[in-house]
């Protein structure tokens, strides 16, 4: 991990490959709290593919097969994690957060333990470091417009599509 500011009150890493470690990462900071950011996997399938991430470890990212393997994998992992450690972990719709903001932040503040401020729903104004493929996004208003994104290129990335389990998804519709 980085260096973290003294003044710090959160720490924040969104590897999608954490879902991996979220017990080892309980039982070493007994205060943690995990934000599982649930997404449609096709839009973040579609999100990984566009990016090709280099980094080691992440080659799935440019396997479409891989992809949809991986998200199998990560429901998987997160609703074993969630029966041992369910009062730490807050699962939050994407989708929800991002068409209510206001809403859904205070509810995250109020699980974390930190005090809600105007900020948190105006990402767009935070000039602090940000070391993600993300950056860019980051600095933009929260926006609903990466919701389905997938279906416009669904010829495209088949592979992954087909590769769902659409029984680990009842919140979509696989059909």
């Known amino acids: 991990m980085p260096g973290i500011p003294t003044d710090s009150i959160a720490f924040v890493d969104k590897m999608p490959h954490n879902y991996q470690d979220v017990g080892?990462?309980?039982?070493a900071f007994p205060n943690a709290r995990i934000i599982n950011m649930l997404r449609d996997p096709r839009d973040v399938g579609l999100s990984k593919w566009i990016q090709r991430f280099l980094a080691d470890g992440m080659n799935d990212t440019s396997n479409l097969?891989?992809?949809?393997?991986?998200?199998?994998?990560y429901r998987r992992y997160m609703s074993h994690w969630d029966k041992l450690f369910g009062n730490r972990i807050l699962t939050m719709p994407y989708e929800d957060l991002v068409a209510d903001p206001l809403t859904h932040s205070q509810r995250v503040a109020e699980f974390c333990g930190i005090e809600w401020c105007q900020s948190m729903v105006?990402?767009?104004?935070?000039?602090?470091?940000?070391?993600?493929?993300?950056v860019d996004q980051v600095r933009n208003k929260i926006s609903t417009k990466s919701i389905g994104r997938w279906r416009k290129v669904a010829d495209q990335i088949k592979p992954m599509l087909d590769g769902f389990d659409p029984e680990l998804w009842p919140e979509y519709d696989f059909s």
């Open 122 to 134: 105006h990402p767009e104004k935070n000039t602090r470091q940000v070391r993600t493929a993300s």
């Open 24 to 27: 080892f990462i309980l039982a």
């Open 65 to 73: 097969e891989a992809i949809a393997h991986t998200a199998n994998l």
